[in-house]
């Protein structure tokens, strides 16, 4: 009996899954003898597993644009110079914001007054000042 039930189920999906529209699917299951509610319930499930998918899919979306969103907090100095990224991603050179100049796959470069501050993806930070390259920060 339990066996006959997967079958029935499977037959059920295998068929919805072939059509267009729930109509279709609904016309199509009831053809083949199955009562009303079964079609509907198979209907239903199907309807609950792709939005389910779909919901999944925008979770892990929205946690990958999140992460990349957020910043770790980054304190370097050198030079006689504090550079500090907040987790807002906000960049200060010694209390004073920066401004974002450029930004790419490698790096972001900040400037504020005569210093220009370049964030590397790969962790350095160089300083600058009258674009003239002064060294990297610690």
């Known amino acids: 009996m339990k066996m006959q039930k997967i079958f ?3 037959l059920i999906i295998s068929s919805l899954a072939a059509c267009s529209s729930p109509a279709e699917r609904m ?3 009831e053809s083949q003898g199955i ?3 079964a079609c509907y319930i198979a209907e239903q499930s199907r309807e609950n597993a792709i939005n ?3 919901e999944k899919q925008a979770l892990e979306n929205a946690q990958k644009q ?3 969103a957020t910043h770790k907090s980054v304190v370097k ?3 006689g110079v504090t550079v500090k990224r907040g987790t807002d991603g906000i960049v200060t050179v010694d209390g004073k914001p920066a401004a974002l100049d450029e ?3 490698d790096a972001s470069v900040y400037s504020q007054g005569n210093y220009q501050v370049i964030f590397y993806t790969k962790g350095k930070v160089a300083l600058m000042e009258n674009r003239q390259f002064k060294g990297y920060l610690k």
């Open 35 to 37: 009562s009303k509610d």
């Open 52 to 54: 389910s998918a779909a």
């Open 8 to 10: 029935i189920a499977g």
């Open 77 to 79: 100095t050198g030079y």
């Open 27 to 29: 016309a199509k299951c």
């Open 103 to 105: 930004k790419n796959a």
């Open 66 to 68: 999140y992460a990349q």
